[in-house]
């Protein structure tokens, strides 16, 4: 069986290699076409590019000559003049923003060795020099300052014409740009900007000597004589180039027009001129001398453009060829790989087809649970599946070939002698044989496994026997049973760590001893800091394998004499045994390091957490475990308030931490009242301060709960330790609950009740207050939706409180949870407002209804001025925004008065009404 898929894994390696070369192939050609069309539409744009700049260069070249000329001459340049110069500057500079703009893009395209980059920065350099000299100029030409020289221009303008020709030339040069199309631009374009630029110098600085009617110098005649060298070298070459039988028609049509015009009536023209030069007896003015050599330069920068025509041509030839051969490569490559694939699967369905059944039973050998080894007449070794592979320590490769004694080794588990192997015997008896009771097989890695098996002989059609099948499994397991029971019920199953019930029987063992024997140990609490935010995010597998990893972690930084455990959820805690404070604080310090050190990946999200711990020495003094572990507790959660990430050390001393453990004893309290329905509600009235408001009742509802006596217990006692253990939800539904049941027993929420002005709201309103975890709790705007239906109760009749810090700090979601309630008709009143430290900034945002004015600015407004505006302040703002305010611990008939004045709209405090039952305001 081997064998044949060897031989079907050689044929589709062939073909696999065979069409990795023809993809290879394909691949490279069918670049090589891309990159020629790239190359073909780089140079359309190049010449693109070229254009402009021969354009904008023969504009600024007439510019040139036409300023020099007016710089030069002894008479007043008119206006006429100066806006014919005007013209000329935009519509160069018009020509050049184009140029420019396809030169930034050409330079994306290019590499920056390819020098193209340095000298566009160059040629954007020098027209910036130019339009600097052109504001000079300007000034010179007015006549309002000497800003600039003729010769001064001349320079600064040629220097410009010549770096943009450095540009135009660079952005041939490329090695991709193909020869043909660089040789064209490199002789014919270049001869025809040198021929049309040289003769542009001449045009120029004649025409500032003929303006100003003086003769020329004799090293500027040299100039001009060298000037004319250039121009009438580069006219030779192209009449030679006129009669070269490959030479483009579109050319050579060009050249003579340049024959006709330049080298025919120009040169009439400019050999006038010359003669006057050495007198100044010129025999035409600057301005004619300036347009004759314009049109004869038109006619040299006609072969330039006829040039450009023929190399955008070519360009685009060649881009459509290069496009050609790339869609050819890409046919090819794809027929190629269809052709690769389907000759594979053909091998394939024709070797599965043949060999289905050997297969089959591969599969299964590999899938079954227990271990099989097959092995020749010769008990050598042919085949082993993944269990026998576990089990024996070998692999298939290394087992192949030899003795089965080699790998499979067993002895007897009661006097740990070698056994006979069964295959061997079943070989020698041609029968099925079985092992011994006691077996226990050696693995090549040393682990010993009591195991259970037996072997048959394999025969061939004539029943010769041509090898054997051993099938076994391992049965340590079953035999150890009652050790994993016990051992599952003292730790952790997803951790492995010993779990609380474990934990706490060992706590309870070192206080025995530490009181007993005077000894010390150490309990340390631990909670992570940031698993929430793996959990939430990641989803509870994620956070499952993070405990996972940390818990390994955590196991080699203690000691084997010491205890970790799960506590459970992210909570862990550590017993080091015998140990004082000192060493243990290292242990726990360190804990606390590799805990931050450590980085937890997760699909490509890599998140850091953090530890908090709460340290308790066990001593002769300590109280019972229970004591202990709430005092490392209350220690840990210590460490969270001052930061997180550190090592909080219990101190009896310590009032923050005996309030927290105070904390943490009522939380069971508080619970155990849940259950037992040890709560009540009274009720405190809220009355208007105006004689003018609706004669509407408003209460708000009040929690108090019973101790274990029946007596009440203040909500000062208890709201702390609940609302920091998130049991402020629980009291919250209860009061709501209550409170609705309490409004539909007196019918106070009927609007049959009320007068005729009342009727839309109901005669009652009855507020109640909603913690700031409720705000966050997704389920309870249902939940009080649900509860308003079942109990028929008017939701005008319900008020609910949230404290203005409590609203601040989950902004979104109390606005969102408002909303969802203001729907059905519930109002809403900010309490406490004014002591915040945001309070206008938020209050337009927030749909409340009514503002509770914080008490401790109202009960000292008769006496205290300050109190007395910001209590002002706060009733004018919500009377512009249309917000009944409530005052709160009103005390005193001065303070009401106070009140009265200023216009709020109700009061509420012990000196209106004292809380009392529900039930006895509800039905007064």
Request: aromatic share 6%.
């Amino acid at each position: 069986m081997t064998r044949i898929f060897d031989s079907k894994r050689i044929i589709n390696t062939s073909i696999g290699i065979l069409a990795l070369f023809i993809f290879a192939l394909a691949s490279h050609l069918a670049w090589d076409g891309y990159r020629k069309q790239a190359a073909g539409h780089r140079i359309v744009r190049t010449n693109a590019m070229a254009d402009r700049i021969i354009e904008a260069a023969g504009i600024e070249a007439v510019e040139r000559g036409m300023t020099a000329a007016g710089l030069a001459s002894k008479r007043r340049v008119d206006a006429g003049m100066r806006q014919k110069i005007r013209g000329l500057r935009d519509q160069g500079d018009a020509r050049w923003r184009e140029a420019l703009a396809t030169a930034r893009e050409i330079a994306q395209m290019l590499p920056p060795a390819a020098g193209f980059h340095a000298v566009l920065t160059q040629a954007v350099a020098a027209h910036a020099a130019l339009a600097a000299a052109r504001e000079r100029v300007d000034e010179t030409l007015a006549r309002r300052r000497r800003a600039i020289e003729a010769r001064e221009w001349f320079d600064i303008s040629s220097r410009f014409i010549a770096n943009t020709s450095l540009l135009r030339e660079t952005a041939f040069t490329p090695a991709d740009s193909p020869s043909e199309i660089t040789q064209l631009n490199l002789t014919v374009k270049h001869r025809a900007w040198l021929m049309s630029e040289y003769a542009g110098m001449e045009r120029g600085l004649l025409a500032i000597f003929i303006s100003a009617e003086q003769p020329l110098p004799p090293e500027m005649l040299e100039s001009l004589y060298a000037f004319r060298g250039v121009v009438d070298q580069n006219a030779g070459m192209f009449q030679i180039m006129k009669n070269l039988p490959d030479t483009d028609p579109r050319i050579r049509h060009a050249i003579e027009g340049m024959e006709r015009g330049f080298l025919g009536r120009f040169n009439e023209t400019r050999a006038a001129v010359y003669r006057g030069i050495r007198k100044g007896a010129y025999p035409m003015g600057g301005e004619a001398w300036l347009k004759s050599a314009t049109d004869a330069i038109g006619s040299v920068l006609a072969v330039a453009a006829a040039t450009s025509r023929v190399i955008e041509e070519k360009a685009t030839q060649d881009a459509a060829r290069g496009e050609r051969i790339f869609v050819t490569q890409i046919a090819l490559l794809l027929l190629t790989l269809g052709l690769a694939i389907g000759s594979i699967l053909r091998v394939r369905k024709t070797a599965d087809t043949l060999f289905h059944e050997k297969e089959r039973a591969e599969v299964t050998l590999h899938s079954i649970g227990d271990a099989v080894i097959t092995t020749d007449a010769d008990a050598r070794i042919e085949y082993l599946n993944p269990i026998a592979e576990t089990l024996t320590g070998w692999t298939i490769t290394e087992a192949k070939g030899r003795a089965l004694k080699e790998v499979f080794h067993i002895v007897s588990g009661l006097t740990r002698e070698p056994l006979t192997n069964p295959v061997e015997r079943c070989l020698r008896e041609a029968r099925i044989v079985g092992l011994e009771n006691n077996t226990v097989l050696m693995s090549r890695n040393g682990i010993e496994r009591a195991i259970e098996d037996s072997a048959a002989p394999v025969r061939n059609r004539q029943g010769d026997i041509v090898g054997a099948v051993m099938v076994f499994y391992d049965v340590t397991l079953m035999r150890n049973a009652p050790h994993l029971l016990s051992h599952h019920a003292t730790h952790d199953a997803l951790t492995g760590l010993v779990n609380r019930r474990e934990f706490e029987r060992r706590l309870t063992e070192l206080v025995e001893r530490a009181k007993v024997r005077d000894e010390q140990h150490v309990l340390c609490y631990l909670d992570l800091d940031q698993f929430k935010l793996v959990n939430d995010t990641c989803g509870h597998i994620a956070g499952d394998k993070l405990l996972r990893q940390l818990s390994f972690l955590l196991k080699n930084r203690v000691r084997d004499t010491d205890t970790l455990a799960r506590l459970g959820g992210d909570e862990f805690g550590v017993l080091i045994d015998s140990c004082h404070l000192e060493p243990a604080q290292r242990l726990a310090d360190d804990i606390v390091r590799v805990v931050n050190e450590f980085r937890f990946v997760w699909e490509g999200t890599t998140f850091e957490i953090g530890v908090s711990i709460g340290m308790v020495p066990i001593t002769r003094e300590c109280g019972s475990p229970v004591e202990v572990l709430s005092q490392a507790d209350a220690a840990c959660y210590a460490a969270k308030d001052k930061g997180r990430n550190r090592v909080q050390l219990y101190a009896h001393e310590d009032a923050e931490l005996q309030r927290r453990q105070n904390e943490m004893h009522w939380v069971s309290r508080i619970r155990k009242a849940l259950e037992e329905d040890r709560f009540t509600l009274h009720c405190q009235a809220i009355v208007p301060v105006q004689a003018t408001h609706a004669p509407r009742r408003y209460c708000e509802a009040l929690v108090r709960m019973l101790d274990e006596s029946g007596a009440i217990v203040p909500p000062t006692a208890f709201i702390p330790a609940a609302e920091r253990y998130n049991l402020m939800p629980a009291i919250d539904r209860w009061v709501i609950r209550r409170a609705l049941g309490a409004l539909d027993r007196s019918g106070g929420g009927d609007p049959a009740c009320a007068s005729h002005a009342d009727r839309r709201e109901g005669a009652r309103m009855c507020f109640i207050n909603l913690s700031a975890t409720s705000l966050a709790d997704k389920q309870m705007a249902e939940f009080i939706r649900a509860e308003i239906e079942a109990r028929g109760v008017p939701a005008q009749s319900l008020c609910f409180e949230i404290t203005e810090t409590a609203a601040v700090a989950h902004l979104d979601s109390a606005i969102a949870f408002m909303r969802q309630l203001k729907e059905l008709g519930c109002r809403f009143a900010l309490d406490d407002f004014g002591s915040g430290m945001s309070s206008f900034a938020y209050l337009k945002n927030l749909p409340v209804d009514y503002l509770k004015i914080d008490g401790t600015i109202v009960q000292n407004i008769a006496d205290n001025q300050t109190d007395y505006t910001m209590v002002d302040a706060i009733n004018r703002v919500g009377q512009v925004m249309g917000i009944k305010t409530i005052a709160e611990y009103v005390e005193t008939d001065a303070i009401h008065a106070k009140l009265k004045e200023l216009g709020v709209d109700y009061a509420q405090g012990f000196g209106i009404h004292r809380p009392c039952p529900i039930g006895e305001q509800l039905t007064e």
